[in-house]
């Protein structure tokens, strides 16, 4: 049995053009040390993550307490929406999970953005058989990921939001959610 956590990242003010550099807000600074508290008995052996800074933040305080380098993988990071020709934010995402194929100038597609993510979590599943690995990673990248091994995932997810999931022989048996708003 694989198990990988998945472990959206908290909150991040949007500041225009930092995406990937943007952190978290004291807010997300302080679910950042729940994370922690709620993944330290889990025995982690591996924590990776996007590049983008509020994903890893999200995990660091973990893998400060574990001792654990965080292993950044560029394929983990969001998906690129890019312009949404005049509709809002929230509408645009609602059109590419409807469509798969659809993309917005600029942007990424879910079909595409979900193949380059899941051939690192299958990389991540076959370098670490039978272990316990976290994956800071962002909301919509998640779904997609999840979502290639079952297509009914789709969760009202929070900020930050954690998932266990387990795999026997690259196959899901199951999902679970472990983050609880207090």
Do not use: C
């Not at 049995?1 to 225009?16: C, G, K, N, Q, W």
């Amino acid at each position: 049995m694989t198990t990988l956590y998945f472990v959206r990242h908290a909150e991040s003010p949007f500041i225009d053009g930092k995406e990937r550099s943007r952190g978290l807000s004291a807010e997300g600074s302080l679910a950042a040390v729940r994370v922690k508290e709620l993944l330290l008995g889990e025995g982690i052996d591996a924590i990776t993550s996007s590049p983008y800074q509020r994903a890893k933040d999200t995990v660091q305080p973990l893998a400060d307490a574990l001792g654990l380098p965080i292993a950044e993988q560029e394929d983990l990071r969001e998906r690129e929406v890019g312009d949404f020709q005049g509709h809002s934010f929230l509408d645009a995402k609602k059109i590419l999970f409807q469509d798969p194929t659809t993309s917005f100038p600029g942007g990424e597609s879910s079909k595409a953005a979900q193949s380059r993510a899941v051939q690192v979590l299958e990389g991540i599943l076959n370098t670490h058989l039978g272990k316990r690995v976290v994956i800071g990673t962002h909301g919509d990248i998640m779904t997609l990921m999840l979502q290639h091994y079952d297509q009914h995932f789709w969760q009202g997810m929070t900020l930050p939001d954690i998932y266990r999931v387990e795999f026997e022989e690259g196959r899901l048996v199951n999902i679970a959610r472990l983050w609880s708003e207090q």
